[in-house]
């Protein structure tokens, strides 16, 4: 018989961890919207963020409520050197060149960090409630719980900005029509800017949570592989479909693990993955663009 109560202690840690997944899609999403980049080193960006946090709490021992601000703010600052200096050289190069700089820029992020703080798997320091999180009956780990939290918090608060901000609208109008935004005055390349700059922190505010979940190392940027799944899943340019394929995928994980076995976890999302590319290929979600000749 099916045990209801742990299908859904195990539905609510999917979507609990949906929503982490959901955070970092965002900050992939923000930067593909703005200037059509795949930015492949997202995990290796959220990577950075984690090890910021250890640099600033763990080994210079700023209190927490500076550290993590200090670690936001530095991966801002790096997603602002590579536009500047990686990406904007490349504008109206061919997409697969600006590609294999992501790519390239994964492989980069990761030698710094073994050169760094080595390939030594590493713990951050506690900052969410330990305390057991119940609902209902059923068990949820606390720093799942309250990661999820703080991911929902951030995305409200993106979603908000980016709605009635100057800058957020400038960033819409932008990912909507290049030509029609240069035409009404706005700085497309200081969108481009804006849009890595967010998208970085974003990242760093994920790989923050993540990393106090279950650590960091310099593999942490695997992470990136599902970030990459969902986002694909839910269509490249849609800030929704990132929403609701972090929820769907963290769902699909979590499912298989616990009635499957772990090491079907990323076979599980694969396929739902190919699924729904075979009927939908721009995603749930994704523009359907079409190419005049």
């Known amino acids: 018989m099916m045990d209801w109560a742990y299908l859904f202690e195990i539905s609510l840690t999917g979507i609990a961890s949906g929503g982490l997944y959901a955070l970092a899609a965002l900050a992939f999403v923000m930067v593909y919207k703005a200037t059509r980049v795949v930015n492949i ?55 697969i060149s600006v590609f294999m700089v992501t790519v390239g820029l994964s492989s980069v992020l990761i030698g710094l960090v073994e050169m760094v703080w080595t390939a030594d798997q590493r713990r951050l320091p506690e900052f969410m409630p330990g305390d057991p999180i119940m609902i209902g009956d059923a068990f949820l780990a606390p720093k799942v719980f309250w990661g999820a939290v703080i991911a929902a918090v951030f995305i409200a608060a993106v979603l908000l900005v980016f709605r009635y901000w100057r800058g957020g609208v400038a960033l819409r109008a932008t990912a909507s029509d290049q030509a029609a935004a240069y035409s009404v005055g706005i700085n497309v390349p200081r969108v481009f800017s804006l849009a890595w700059v967010a998208s ?33 899943v839910g269509g490249l340019d849609s800030v929704l479909g990132a929403l609701v394929g972090g929820i769907l995928i963290g769902l699909v994980e979590a499912l298989a693990g616990a009635y499957l076995g772990g090491e079907y976890k990323l076979l599980a999302t694969f396929v739902v993955l190919v699924v729904i590319l075979m009927a939908r290929p721009y995603g749930l979600f994704g523009t359907h663009e079409i190419e005049r000749l």
């Open 200 to 232: 970085a922190m974003l990242a760093a505010v994920s790989g923050i949570i993540v990393g106090s979940i279950g650590g960091i190392s310099s593999s942490m940027g695997v992470f990136g592989l599902s970030v990459l799944v969902v986002v694909i």
């Open 41 to 95: 080193a997202i995990g290796e960006m959220l990577m950075a963020g984690g090890y910021l946090f250890f640099t600033f709490a763990a080994m210079w021992a700023l209190p927490l409520w500076l550290a993590i601000p200090a670690a936001v703010l530095a991966c801002g600052l790096l997603g602002a050197v590579i536009e500047r200096t990686m990406i904007r050289p490349l504008l109206g190069e061919p997409p």
